[in-house]
Protein backbone atom coordinates (compact mmCIF):
# COMPACT_ATOMS: atom_id res chain seq x y z
CA UNK A 1 0.00 0.00 0.00
CA UNK A 2 1.36 3.69 -0.86
CA UNK A 3 1.83 6.19 1.82
CA UNK A 4 -1.22 8.32 3.08
CA UNK A 5 -1.94 11.01 0.76
CA UNK A 6 -0.85 14.34 2.24
CA UNK A 7 -4.09 16.30 3.72
CA UNK A 8 -4.34 20.16 2.61
CA UNK A 9 -6.29 22.47 3.06
CA UNK A 10 -6.48 26.50 2.99
CA UNK A 11 -7.03 28.20 6.41
CA UNK A 12 -6.48 31.19 8.55
CA UNK A 13 -3.67 30.83 10.60
CA UNK A 14 -3.13 33.19 13.89
CA UNK A 15 0.46 32.98 15.67
CA UNK A 16 0.48 34.44 19.18
CA UNK A 17 3.23 35.26 21.95
CA UNK A 18 3.46 37.27 25.16
CA UNK A 19 5.58 39.97 24.70
CA UNK A 20 8.48 40.09 27.50
CA UNK A 21 7.48 36.43 28.53
CA UNK A 22 10.57 35.50 30.34
CA UNK A 23 11.20 38.93 32.34
CA UNK A 24 7.48 38.54 33.50
CA UNK A 25 8.51 35.51 34.76
CA UNK A 26 11.59 36.28 36.19
CA UNK A 27 9.55 39.33 37.90
CA UNK A 28 6.96 37.26 39.17
CA UNK A 29 6.32 33.46 38.10
CA UNK A 30 3.47 33.11 39.97
CA UNK A 31 1.55 36.25 39.64
CA UNK A 32 2.14 36.04 36.13
CA UNK A 33 0.65 32.69 35.68
CA UNK A 34 -2.37 33.78 37.08
CA UNK A 35 -2.94 36.86 34.96
CA UNK A 36 -1.89 34.41 31.97
CA UNK A 37 -5.01 31.79 33.43
CA UNK A 38 -7.31 35.19 33.91
CA UNK A 39 -6.85 36.52 30.30
CA UNK A 40 -7.34 33.08 28.38
CA UNK A 41 -10.37 32.36 30.84
CA UNK A 42 -12.05 35.81 30.45
CA UNK A 43 -10.64 37.54 27.33
CA UNK A 44 -8.89 34.65 25.20
CA UNK A 45 -11.08 31.20 24.94
CA UNK A 46 -14.77 33.41 25.05
CA UNK A 47 -13.73 35.36 21.65
CA UNK A 48 -12.29 31.91 19.95
CA UNK A 49 -15.55 30.77 20.75
CA UNK A 50 -17.57 33.46 19.09
CA UNK A 51 -15.39 33.19 15.96
CA UNK A 52 -14.96 29.30 15.73
CA UNK A 53 -11.21 29.56 16.30
CA UNK A 54 -10.09 26.17 17.04
CA UNK A 55 -5.96 26.44 19.30
CA UNK A 56 -3.94 23.68 17.61
CA UNK A 57 -0.91 24.25 20.09
CA UNK A 58 -0.21 26.17 22.89
CA UNK A 59 3.81 26.62 24.19
CA UNK A 60 4.67 28.78 27.34
CA UNK A 61 4.07 32.32 26.01
CA UNK A 62 3.01 31.18 22.37
CA UNK A 63 0.03 29.96 20.55
CA UNK A 64 -1.30 28.76 17.33
CA UNK A 65 -4.86 29.21 16.27
CA UNK A 66 -6.55 28.05 13.53
CA UNK A 67 -10.07 29.93 11.81
CA UNK A 68 -12.26 28.96 9.54
CA UNK A 69 -11.81 32.27 7.42
CA UNK A 70 -9.78 35.00 7.89
CA UNK A 71 -12.13 37.50 8.32
CA UNK A 72 -13.04 35.92 11.55
CA UNK A 73 -9.50 35.58 12.35
CA UNK A 74 -8.70 39.18 12.03
CA UNK A 75 -12.02 40.15 13.81
CA UNK A 76 -10.76 38.04 17.07
CA UNK A 77 -7.53 39.55 17.05
CA UNK A 78 -8.56 42.84 16.93
CA UNK A 79 -11.55 41.94 19.92
CA UNK A 80 -9.11 40.47 22.28
CA UNK A 81 -6.28 42.78 22.01
CA UNK A 82 -8.78 45.76 22.51
CA UNK A 83 -10.08 43.21 25.45
CA UNK A 84 -6.44 43.00 26.92
CA UNK A 85 -6.06 46.85 26.73
CA UNK A 86 -8.52 47.30 28.59
CA UNK A 87 -8.00 45.20 31.31
CA UNK A 88 -4.59 46.20 31.23
CA UNK A 89 -5.39 50.04 31.19
CA UNK A 90 -4.52 49.86 35.60
CA UNK A 91 -1.67 47.54 35.29
CA UNK A 92 1.70 49.31 36.01
CA UNK A 93 3.59 48.92 32.66
CA UNK A 94 6.11 46.31 33.82
CA UNK A 95 3.71 43.85 34.66
CA UNK A 96 0.87 44.32 31.70
CA UNK A 97 0.36 40.95 29.35
CA UNK A 98 0.69 41.83 26.31
CA UNK A 99 0.49 39.40 22.94
CA UNK A 100 1.69 39.74 19.52
CA UNK A 101 -0.44 38.32 16.60
CA UNK A 102 0.73 37.30 12.79
CA UNK A 103 -2.46 36.64 10.63
CA UNK A 104 -1.93 34.37 7.18
CA UNK A 105 -4.05 32.59 4.91
CA UNK A 106 -2.77 30.23 3.00
CA UNK A 107 -2.66 26.68 2.26
CA UNK A 108 -1.23 24.54 5.03
CA UNK A 109 -0.68 20.46 5.81
CA UNK A 110 -2.86 18.87 8.65
CA UNK A 111 -1.31 16.09 10.85
CA UNK A 112 -2.46 14.57 13.67
CA UNK A 113 -4.82 17.83 14.81
CA UNK A 114 -1.35 19.96 14.19
CA UNK A 115 -0.57 22.02 11.13
CA UNK A 116 2.44 22.80 8.92
CA UNK A 117 3.79 24.72 6.07
CA UNK A 118 4.86 27.94 4.94
CA UNK A 119 0.91 29.45 5.21
CA UNK A 120 2.03 28.76 9.32
CA UNK A 121 5.67 30.03 9.40
CA UNK A 122 4.85 33.51 7.54
CA UNK A 123 2.06 33.68 10.33
CA UNK A 124 4.67 32.93 13.06
CA UNK A 125 7.16 35.39 11.65
CA UNK A 126 4.61 37.87 11.58
CA UNK A 127 3.98 37.63 14.94
CA UNK A 128 7.51 38.36 15.77
CA UNK A 129 7.31 41.99 13.49
CA UNK A 130 4.09 42.75 15.50
CA UNK A 131 4.34 45.43 18.62
CA UNK A 132 3.40 43.92 21.76
CA UNK A 133 -0.63 44.90 21.67
CA UNK A 134 -0.01 44.59 17.90
CA UNK A 135 -1.36 42.81 15.29
CA UNK A 136 0.92 42.08 11.39
CA UNK A 137 -1.24 40.37 8.96
CA UNK A 138 0.24 39.18 5.48
CA UNK A 139 -1.12 40.40 1.94
CA UNK A 140 -2.98 37.65 1.12
CA UNK A 141 -4.79 38.21 4.77
CA UNK A 142 -5.17 41.98 3.89
CA UNK A 143 -6.79 41.34 0.25
CA UNK A 144 -9.43 39.62 1.88
CA UNK A 145 -10.12 41.60 4.55
CA UNK A 146 -9.98 45.29 3.09
CA UNK A 147 -13.53 45.54 1.83
CA UNK A 148 -15.15 43.36 5.03
CA UNK A 149 -13.79 45.28 7.80
CA UNK A 150 -13.71 48.59 8.44
CA UNK A 151 -10.51 48.49 10.37
CA UNK A 152 -7.09 50.65 9.23
CA UNK A 153 -3.89 48.84 8.29
CA UNK A 154 -0.71 50.39 7.59
CA UNK A 155 1.55 48.88 4.42
CA UNK A 156 4.62 48.07 5.90
CA UNK A 157 5.70 47.03 2.71
CA UNK A 158 8.19 43.98 2.10
CA UNK A 159 9.82 42.47 4.83
CA UNK A 160 12.49 39.45 4.46
CA UNK A 161 11.72 36.98 7.26
CA UNK A 162 14.21 33.81 8.52
CA UNK A 163 13.31 30.84 6.51
CA UNK A 164 10.97 31.79 3.77
CA UNK A 165 12.24 32.50 0.66
CA UNK A 166 10.52 35.62 -1.08
CA UNK A 167 9.79 38.80 0.68
CA UNK A 168 6.45 38.98 2.13
CA UNK A 169 3.97 42.18 2.29
CA UNK A 170 3.00 43.17 5.64
CA UNK A 171 0.40 45.42 6.96
CA UNK A 172 -0.16 46.27 10.56
CA UNK A 173 -3.18 46.84 12.36
CA UNK A 174 -3.93 50.37 14.09
CA UNK A 175 -6.13 50.63 16.69
CA UNK A 176 -8.92 53.42 16.69
CA UNK A 177 -7.78 56.70 17.43
CA UNK A 178 -4.34 56.25 17.10
CA UNK A 179 -2.31 57.75 13.71
CA UNK A 180 -0.23 55.54 11.91
CA UNK A 181 3.27 56.79 11.37
CA UNK A 182 6.03 55.30 9.93
CA UNK A 183 8.43 52.97 11.66
CA UNK A 184 10.05 54.76 14.26
CA UNK A 185 13.74 54.83 16.12
CA UNK A 186 14.87 55.11 19.15
CA UNK A 187 18.09 56.50 21.86
CA UNK A 188 19.80 55.94 24.99
CA UNK A 189 19.85 58.22 28.23
CA UNK A 190 21.46 61.54 28.31
CA UNK A 191 25.55 60.90 28.14
CA UNK A 192 26.06 61.32 24.44
CA UNK A 193 29.53 60.85 23.48
CA UNK A 194 30.95 62.00 20.82
CA UNK A 195 34.49 61.73 19.63
CA UNK A 196 36.78 59.94 22.24
CA UNK A 197 39.68 61.66 24.12
CA UNK A 198 43.24 61.53 24.17
CA UNK A 199 43.66 58.23 24.87
CA UNK A 200 39.87 57.06 23.09
CA UNK A 201 37.70 56.63 20.84
CA UNK A 202 34.71 57.31 18.73
CA UNK A 203 33.80 54.36 16.88
CA UNK A 204 31.07 53.74 14.59
CA UNK A 205 29.78 56.99 14.26
CA UNK A 206 26.74 57.20 11.77
CA UNK A 207 24.72 53.80 10.41
CA UNK A 208 22.60 56.41 8.76
CA UNK A 209 19.27 56.64 7.11
CA UNK A 210 17.96 53.43 5.19
CA UNK A 211 16.28 53.85 1.81
CA UNK A 212 12.51 53.84 3.09
CA UNK A 213 13.35 56.86 5.76
CA UNK A 214 10.27 58.75 6.22
CA UNK A 215 8.97 62.06 7.97
CA UNK A 216 8.73 61.32 11.91
CA UNK A 217 6.15 62.41 14.44
CA UNK A 218 3.10 62.10 12.20
CA UNK A 219 1.02 61.30 15.74
CA UNK A 220 2.32 64.39 17.62
CA UNK A 221 -0.67 66.71 16.82
CA UNK A 222 -2.36 63.86 19.27
CA UNK A 223 0.18 64.33 21.80
CA UNK A 224 0.60 60.65 21.74
CA UNK A 225 4.29 59.31 21.09
CA UNK A 226 5.14 58.08 17.55
CA UNK A 227 4.85 54.26 17.22
CA UNK A 228 7.66 52.08 17.21
CA UNK A 229 6.65 50.53 14.38
CA UNK A 230 7.93 47.54 12.75
CA UNK A 231 11.63 47.32 13.41
CA UNK A 232 13.88 46.19 10.45
CA UNK A 233 16.53 46.16 12.87
CA UNK A 234 16.62 45.44 16.94
CA UNK A 235 19.67 45.60 18.80
CA UNK A 236 21.22 45.87 22.19
CA UNK A 237 24.71 47.58 22.27
CA UNK A 238 26.18 45.14 25.74
CA UNK A 239 28.38 47.27 27.57
CA UNK A 240 31.68 47.06 26.42
CA UNK A 241 34.52 45.77 28.40
CA UNK A 242 38.00 47.53 29.10
CA UNK A 243 40.90 45.16 29.32
CA UNK A 244 43.71 47.93 29.88
CA UNK A 245 43.88 46.67 32.87
CA UNK A 246 43.49 50.46 34.26
CA UNK A 247 40.02 51.32 35.88
CA UNK A 248 40.17 54.45 35.57
CA UNK A 249 39.72 53.95 31.50
CA UNK A 250 36.64 52.52 32.25
CA UNK A 251 34.18 55.59 31.25
CA UNK A 252 36.12 54.69 27.74
CA UNK A 253 34.47 51.80 27.24
CA UNK A 254 31.22 53.12 28.61
CA UNK A 255 31.53 56.34 26.12
CA UNK A 256 32.46 53.87 23.61
CA UNK A 257 28.98 51.57 24.14
CA UNK A 258 26.93 54.79 24.05
CA UNK A 259 28.31 56.21 20.97
CA UNK A 260 27.66 52.59 19.18
CA UNK A 261 23.99 52.65 20.72
CA UNK A 262 23.41 56.37 19.75
CA UNK A 263 24.38 55.81 16.02
CA UNK A 264 22.52 53.09 15.67
CA UNK A 265 19.45 54.81 16.85
CA UNK A 266 19.87 56.72 13.41
CA UNK A 267 19.08 54.21 11.56
CA UNK A 268 15.35 54.44 10.26
CA UNK A 269 13.37 51.76 11.65
CA UNK A 270 15.31 50.03 13.96
CA UNK A 271 14.74 49.14 17.58
CA UNK A 272 17.56 50.05 19.72
CA UNK A 273 17.59 49.32 23.25
CA UNK A 274 18.61 52.66 25.52
CA UNK A 275 22.28 52.04 27.05
CA UNK A 276 20.46 52.73 30.35
CA UNK A 277 19.13 49.51 30.38
CA UNK A 278 21.77 47.14 28.49
CA UNK A 279 24.68 48.80 31.37
CA UNK A 280 22.60 46.45 34.13
CA UNK A 281 23.88 43.74 31.56
CA UNK A 282 27.88 45.11 32.34
CA UNK A 283 30.14 42.62 34.13
CA UNK A 284 27.51 39.77 33.01
CA UNK A 285 28.50 36.66 31.34
CA UNK A 286 25.20 35.58 30.33
CA UNK A 287 23.68 33.65 27.74
CA UNK A 288 23.38 36.27 24.68
CA UNK A 289 20.03 33.50 23.57
CA UNK A 290 18.63 34.62 27.50
CA UNK A 291 19.40 37.82 26.87
CA UNK A 292 18.34 39.03 23.84
CA UNK A 293 14.58 37.35 24.77
CA UNK A 294 14.87 39.71 28.10
CA UNK A 295 15.31 43.06 25.94
CA UNK A 296 13.34 41.18 22.69
CA UNK A 297 15.94 41.69 20.42
CA UNK A 298 17.41 39.86 17.37
CA UNK A 299 20.78 41.32 17.68
CA UNK A 300 23.26 41.55 19.98
CA UNK A 301 26.66 43.71 19.96
CA UNK A 302 28.88 43.06 22.13
CA UNK A 303 33.28 44.01 22.56
CA UNK A 304 35.87 45.04 24.40
CA UNK A 305 39.03 48.00 24.11
CA UNK A 306 42.58 47.39 24.99
CA UNK A 307 45.06 49.82 24.60
CA UNK A 308 47.79 49.10 21.87
CA UNK A 309 50.92 51.38 22.30
CA UNK A 310 49.54 55.03 21.55
CA UNK A 311 46.67 54.00 20.20
CA UNK A 312 43.77 51.52 21.13
CA UNK A 313 42.65 48.19 19.77
CA UNK A 314 38.71 47.53 19.76
CA UNK A 315 37.14 44.03 19.27
CA UNK A 316 33.42 44.23 17.79
CA UNK A 317 31.12 40.78 17.98
CA UNK A 318 27.26 40.53 16.50
CA UNK A 319 25.44 38.22 17.85
CA UNK A 320 22.45 36.44 16.48
CA UNK A 321 20.15 36.55 19.66
CA UNK A 322 17.83 34.03 18.23
CA UNK A 323 20.14 31.17 17.81
CA UNK A 324 23.44 32.42 19.85
CA UNK A 325 25.57 31.91 16.58
CA UNK A 326 28.18 34.15 15.80
CA UNK A 327 27.24 36.60 12.79
CA UNK A 328 30.19 38.86 12.72
CA UNK A 329 33.39 40.06 14.61
CA UNK A 330 36.11 41.83 13.59
CA UNK A 331 39.24 43.49 15.21
CA UNK A 332 40.55 47.37 14.98
CA UNK A 333 43.49 49.18 15.69
CA UNK A 334 44.05 52.89 15.02
CA UNK A 335 46.47 55.37 16.22
CA UNK A 336 44.53 57.92 18.74
CA UNK A 337 45.22 60.37 16.17
CA UNK A 338 43.27 58.72 13.26
CA UNK A 339 39.94 58.14 14.80
CA UNK A 340 38.24 60.08 12.17
CA UNK A 341 39.13 57.90 9.32
CA UNK A 342 38.43 54.51 12.14
CA UNK A 343 35.12 55.94 12.02
CA UNK A 344 34.06 55.62 8.68
CA UNK A 345 35.93 52.51 8.32
CA UNK A 346 33.91 50.59 11.10
CA UNK A 347 30.56 52.42 10.11
CA UNK A 348 31.07 50.62 6.80
CA UNK A 349 31.73 47.15 7.93
CA UNK A 350 29.10 47.01 10.69
CA UNK A 351 26.60 48.04 8.21
CA UNK A 352 27.47 45.37 5.72
CA UNK A 353 27.63 42.66 8.50
CA UNK A 354 24.18 43.89 8.97
CA UNK A 355 22.51 43.94 5.41
CA UNK A 356 21.89 47.63 5.88
CA UNK A 357 21.39 49.30 2.27
CA UNK A 358 22.90 52.72 3.05
CA UNK A 359 21.71 56.22 1.86
CA UNK A 360 24.76 57.94 3.16
CA UNK A 361 27.83 56.99 5.31
CA UNK A 362 28.82 60.43 6.88
CA UNK A 363 30.78 60.69 10.15
CA UNK A 364 28.56 61.69 12.96
CA UNK A 365 32.00 64.31 14.43
CA UNK A 366 32.09 64.96 10.99
CA UNK A 367 28.28 66.09 10.98
CA UNK A 368 29.04 68.01 14.54
CA UNK A 369 31.67 69.95 13.26
CA UNK A 370 34.23 68.04 15.10
CA UNK A 371 36.63 70.58 17.13
CA UNK A 372 39.68 68.59 17.04
CA UNK A 373 40.38 69.21 20.50
CA UNK A 374 40.99 65.64 21.64
CA UNK A 375 41.54 66.33 25.39
CA UNK A 376 38.47 68.55 25.43
CA UNK A 377 36.20 65.88 24.07
CA UNK A 378 38.09 63.52 27.16
CA UNK A 379 37.07 65.82 29.86
CA UNK A 380 33.47 66.16 28.61
CA UNK A 381 33.53 62.33 28.61
CA UNK A 382 34.66 62.41 32.55
CA UNK A 383 31.44 64.61 32.58
CA UNK A 384 28.77 62.51 31.32
CA UNK A 385 30.16 59.64 33.21
CA UNK A 386 29.70 61.30 37.12
CA UNK A 387 26.42 62.07 35.94
CA UNK A 388 25.56 58.97 34.38
CA UNK A 389 27.47 56.06 35.75
CA UNK A 390 27.48 57.43 39.53
CA UNK A 391 24.77 57.70 42.04
CA UNK A 392 22.51 61.52 41.81
CA UNK A 393 24.37 63.35 44.45
CA UNK A 394 25.61 66.87 44.85
CA UNK A 395 29.69 65.82 44.97
CA UNK A 396 28.74 63.92 41.30
CA UNK A 397 27.06 66.80 39.96
CA UNK A 398 29.80 69.26 41.57
CA UNK A 399 32.61 66.89 40.13
CA UNK A 400 30.63 67.04 36.12
CA UNK A 401 30.81 70.99 36.59
CA UNK A 402 35.02 70.47 37.41
CA UNK A 403 35.25 68.75 34.37
CA UNK A 404 33.22 70.56 32.11
CA UNK A 405 35.40 73.42 33.53
CA UNK A 406 38.52 72.03 32.26
CA UNK A 407 37.03 70.87 29.01
CA UNK A 408 35.59 74.69 28.15
CA UNK A 409 39.17 76.11 28.83
CA UNK A 410 40.68 74.17 26.44
CA UNK A 411 37.92 74.58 23.34
CA UNK A 412 35.21 76.77 24.00
CA UNK A 413 33.28 75.78 21.50
CA UNK A 414 32.70 71.85 22.51
CA UNK A 415 29.25 71.36 22.53
CA UNK A 416 29.34 68.49 24.62
CA UNK A 417 30.91 70.29 27.30
CA UNK A 418 28.17 72.64 27.36
CA UNK A 419 25.41 70.08 26.87
CA UNK A 420 26.74 68.40 30.45
CA UNK A 421 26.68 71.94 31.61
CA UNK A 422 23.05 72.36 31.26
CA UNK A 423 22.25 68.96 32.29
CA UNK A 424 24.50 69.70 35.68
CA UNK A 425 22.71 73.17 36.66
CA UNK A 426 19.09 71.79 35.82
CA UNK A 427 19.79 68.78 38.29
CA UNK A 428 21.20 71.18 40.70
CA UNK A 429 18.29 73.47 39.82
CA UNK A 430 16.53 70.31 40.93
CA UNK A 431 17.72 69.52 44.64
CA UNK A 432 17.95 71.50 47.99
CA UNK A 433 21.18 71.89 48.93
CA UNK A 434 22.91 71.68 45.54
CA UNK A 435 23.31 75.21 44.57
CA UNK A 436 23.35 78.47 46.56
CA UNK A 437 20.52 79.97 43.83
CA UNK A 438 18.24 77.96 42.11
CA UNK A 439 17.21 80.56 39.58
CA UNK A 440 20.61 81.22 39.46
CA UNK A 441 21.58 77.64 38.50
CA UNK A 442 18.78 78.11 35.58
CA UNK A 443 19.92 80.80 33.93
CA UNK A 444 23.55 79.49 33.58
CA UNK A 445 22.03 76.11 32.41
CA UNK A 446 19.90 77.30 29.86
CA UNK A 447 23.07 79.56 28.49
CA UNK A 448 25.01 76.41 28.23
CA UNK A 449 22.25 74.66 26.84
CA UNK A 450 21.56 77.11 24.05
CA UNK A 451 25.38 77.56 23.45
CA UNK A 452 25.76 73.49 22.80
CA UNK A 453 22.44 73.55 20.27
CA UNK A 454 23.93 76.48 18.27
CA UNK A 455 27.27 74.80 18.03
CA UNK A 456 25.68 71.27 16.90
CA UNK A 457 22.48 71.55 16.53
CA UNK A 458 22.13 67.19 16.32
CA UNK A 459 22.55 67.53 20.32
CA UNK A 460 19.63 65.21 21.78
CA UNK A 461 20.94 65.46 25.02
CA UNK A 462 21.90 69.34 24.83
CA UNK A 463 17.81 69.93 23.88
CA UNK A 464 16.57 67.43 26.35
CA UNK A 465 18.92 69.13 29.17
CA UNK A 466 17.17 72.99 28.11
CA UNK A 467 13.74 70.96 27.99
CA UNK A 468 14.19 70.02 31.96
CA UNK A 469 15.56 73.59 32.24
CA UNK A 470 12.52 75.57 30.79
CA UNK A 471 10.25 73.52 32.45
CA UNK A 472 12.48 74.10 35.78
CA UNK A 473 12.25 77.89 35.06
CA UNK A 474 7.66 77.04 34.44
CA UNK A 475 7.78 77.27 30.91
CA UNK A 476 6.01 73.67 29.87
CA UNK A 477 4.91 74.97 26.94
CA UNK A 478 8.92 75.77 25.54
CA UNK A 479 9.77 72.64 27.34
CA UNK A 480 7.61 70.69 25.17
CA UNK A 481 8.75 71.90 22.09
CA UNK A 482 12.36 71.30 23.01
CA UNK A 483 11.77 67.57 23.90
CA UNK A 484 9.95 67.30 20.04
CA UNK A 485 13.03 67.92 18.74
CA UNK A 486 15.66 65.78 20.97
CA UNK A 487 12.79 63.14 19.76
CA UNK A 488 13.25 64.05 16.84
CA UNK A 489 16.57 63.45 16.50
CA UNK A 490 17.21 60.87 18.09
CA UNK A 491 14.15 58.54 18.67
CA UNK A 492 15.55 56.48 21.33
CA UNK A 493 15.66 59.08 23.71
CA UNK A 494 13.88 57.16 26.17
CA UNK A 495 14.31 60.09 29.59
CA UNK A 496 12.66 62.50 26.55
CA UNK A 497 9.74 60.51 25.91
CA UNK A 498 9.56 60.43 30.12
CA UNK A 499 10.25 63.98 30.66
CA UNK A 500 7.29 64.47 27.48
CA UNK A 501 5.09 62.58 30.01
CA UNK A 502 5.76 64.26 33.10
CA UNK A 503 5.15 67.36 31.48
CA UNK A 504 1.40 66.77 30.89
CA UNK A 505 1.02 66.62 34.23
CA UNK A 506 2.08 70.24 34.77
CA UNK A 507 -0.42 70.79 32.10
CA UNK A 508 -3.40 69.54 33.70
CA UNK A 509 -3.32 66.51 31.60
CA UNK A 510 -2.40 63.77 33.82
CA UNK A 511 -4.21 61.31 32.02
CA UNK A 512 -2.41 61.65 29.24
CA UNK A 513 0.90 61.02 30.59
CA UNK A 514 1.05 57.14 31.05
CA UNK A 515 1.52 56.51 27.04
CA UNK A 516 4.69 58.18 27.05
CA UNK A 517 6.27 56.77 30.11
CA UNK A 518 5.63 53.35 28.89
CA UNK A 519 7.23 54.70 25.86
CA UNK A 520 10.66 55.40 27.85
CA UNK A 521 10.08 51.85 29.88
CA UNK A 522 9.88 50.30 26.50
CA UNK A 523 12.76 51.84 25.49
CA UNK A 524 15.06 51.37 28.67
CA UNK A 525 12.87 49.24 30.78
CA UNK A 526 15.71 48.22 33.20
CA UNK A 527 17.00 52.18 32.58
CA UNK A 528 19.11 53.74 36.12
CA UNK A 529 16.37 56.29 35.80
CA UNK A 530 13.24 54.54 36.83
CA UNK A 531 13.04 55.38 40.26
CA UNK A 532 11.92 58.99 38.75
CA UNK A 533 9.87 57.50 36.36
CA UNK A 534 7.58 55.42 38.35
CA UNK A 535 7.61 58.57 40.97
CA UNK A 536 6.04 60.50 37.57
CA UNK A 537 3.10 57.70 37.18
CA UNK A 538 2.94 57.76 40.80
CA UNK A 539 2.33 61.71 40.67
CA UNK A 540 0.16 61.08 37.22
CA UNK A 541 -2.17 58.74 40.08
CA UNK A 542 -2.69 60.75 42.70
CA UNK A 543 -3.25 63.34 40.28
CA UNK A 544 -6.50 61.66 39.18
CA UNK A 545 -7.87 60.18 42.70
CA UNK A 546 -6.11 56.89 41.33
CA UNK A 547 -4.53 55.92 45.19
CA UNK A 548 -4.08 52.57 45.25
CA UNK A 549 -2.10 52.64 41.54
CA UNK A 550 -0.19 55.54 43.07
CA UNK A 551 0.75 53.58 45.94
CA UNK A 552 1.56 50.53 43.85
CA UNK A 553 4.03 52.55 41.39
CA UNK A 554 5.52 54.54 44.30
CA UNK A 555 6.79 51.57 45.73
CA UNK A 556 8.33 50.40 42.36
CA UNK A 557 10.13 53.19 42.61
CA UNK A 558 11.50 52.77 45.86
CA UNK A 559 12.59 49.57 45.28
CA UNK A 560 14.53 50.85 42.24
CA UNK A 561 16.22 53.42 44.60
CA UNK A 562 15.51 54.09 48.42
CA UNK A 563 16.71 57.23 48.09
CA UNK A 564 14.33 59.40 45.94
CA UNK A 565 12.51 61.78 47.15
CA UNK A 566 9.74 62.35 45.56
CA UNK A 567 8.08 58.36 45.57
CA UNK A 568 7.63 59.16 49.87
CA UNK A 569 6.08 61.94 48.89
CA UNK A 570 3.75 60.17 46.97
CA UNK A 571 3.23 57.55 49.06
CA UNK A 572 2.93 59.42 51.63
CA UNK A 573 -0.27 61.19 50.74
CA UNK A 574 -1.92 58.45 48.77
CA UNK A 575 -1.57 56.80 51.71
CA UNK A 576 -2.94 59.55 53.79
CA UNK A 577 -5.87 60.06 50.95
CA UNK A 578 -7.32 56.47 51.80
CA UNK A 579 -7.02 56.42 55.55
CA UNK A 580 -4.23 54.39 56.10
CA UNK A 581 -1.88 57.47 58.55
CA UNK A 582 0.31 54.70 60.33
CA UNK A 583 1.55 53.28 57.12
CA UNK A 584 1.81 57.14 55.84
CA UNK A 585 3.05 58.75 58.41
CA UNK A 586 6.18 56.29 57.89
CA UNK A 587 6.54 56.95 54.48
CA UNK A 588 6.90 60.88 55.48
CA UNK A 589 9.31 60.10 57.83
CA UNK A 590 11.34 58.21 54.69
CA UNK A 591 10.50 61.57 52.86
CA UNK A 592 11.85 63.77 55.77
CA UNK A 593 14.94 61.54 55.85
CA UNK A 594 16.02 62.17 52.16
CA UNK A 595 14.78 65.66 52.12
CA UNK A 596 15.90 66.93 55.79
CA UNK A 597 13.63 69.91 56.71
CA UNK A 598 10.97 69.58 54.32
CA UNK A 599 7.89 71.84 54.42
CA UNK A 600 4.76 72.25 52.70
CA UNK A 601 6.11 75.36 51.71
CA UNK A 602 9.59 74.73 50.20
CA UNK A 603 7.71 71.31 48.10
CA UNK A 604 5.22 73.87 46.52
CA UNK A 605 7.89 75.06 44.96
CA UNK A 606 8.01 72.61 42.90
CA UNK A 607 4.48 73.80 41.08
CA UNK A 608 5.69 74.97 38.28
CA UNK A 609 2.92 75.72 36.23
CA UNK A 610 0.04 78.03 36.56
CA UNK A 611 -2.54 75.80 34.60
CA UNK A 612 -5.68 75.22 37.06
CA UNK A 613 -6.24 71.55 36.18
CA UNK A 614 -2.60 71.28 36.86
CA UNK A 615 -2.54 73.28 40.55
CA UNK A 616 -5.31 71.27 41.49
CA UNK A 617 -4.02 68.41 40.91
CA UNK A 618 -1.03 68.91 42.63
CA UNK A 619 -2.48 70.19 45.64
CA UNK A 620 -3.79 66.92 46.28
CA UNK A 621 -0.97 65.49 46.95
CA UNK A 622 -0.13 68.69 49.22
CA UNK A 623 -3.40 68.38 50.73
CA UNK A 624 -2.52 64.40 51.66
CA UNK A 625 1.08 65.33 52.62
CA UNK A 626 -0.35 67.24 55.07
CA UNK A 627 -3.22 65.09 56.53
CA UNK A 628 0.40 62.46 57.02
CA UNK A 629 1.57 65.44 59.19
CA UNK A 630 4.08 67.59 56.99
CA UNK A 631 4.55 71.26 58.62
CA UNK A 632 3.86 74.20 56.71
Not at 136 to 156: G, H, M, P, T
Request: aromatic letters at 8%.
Amino acid sequence: MGAEPVQRRLAAILAGDVAGYSRLMGADEVGTLAALKAHRAEAIDPKLAQHHGRIVKTTGDGILIEFPSVVAAVQCAVEIQEDLRARNASVPPEKRIELRMGINVGDIIVESGDVFGDGVNIAARLEQLAEPGGICISRAAYEQVRDKLAFKFEDCGQQSVKNIARPIRVYRFAAEGTSVPPPARANAPPRRVAAMGAVALSVLAVLVAVWFALPIFTSMGADRPPSLGTPRLSIAVLPFANLSGDKEQDYLADALTEDLTSDLSRISGSFVISSGTAATYKGQQGDAKRIARELRVRYLLQGNLRKAGTGMQVNVLLIDGETGQQVWSERYEKAAGDMYTFQNEVTGRVARALNLELKEAVSRQAARGWSGNLEAEDYALRAWAELWTKPQTKATNDAALGFVARALALDPNNSEAHGVAAYAHARAATYAGWSASRAESIRLGIAAGEKAVAIDPKNADAFYGLAFLYTLAGDTAKSQELLRQCIAINRNHAPAYFFYGQNLIRLGRARDTFPWIERAFALSPRDPLRSVWYGAIARARIAIGEDALAIEAARLGIAANRDHAHNYAVLAGALAHLGRMEEAKAALNEFRRVQPGITVSRYRTNITSDVPDAVKAYERLVSGLKKAGLPD
